[in-house]
């Protein structure tokens, strides 16, 4: 499995989203009080991400 969203449940008991790439963590998101919220998240990612912008402010 190259790429995958990973829904876990952290130390503070709250879901959180993974997205990893070959097994590497390549973004993690805030925690969610309901594994339905964290669903949400990766629905959200899917649907707006393939049209963000890249914004450099190096």
Sequence with gaps: ?????QIYK???GEFRVRFK???????????????TGAKNAIESIQKNGPGAKIVDES
């Design 1 to 5: 499995m190259a790429h995958h969203f």
């Design 10 to 12: 952290d130390k503070a």
């Design 21 to 35: 790439y070959n097994d590497e963590i390549m973004f993690s998101t805030e925690g969610y009080s309901s594994k």
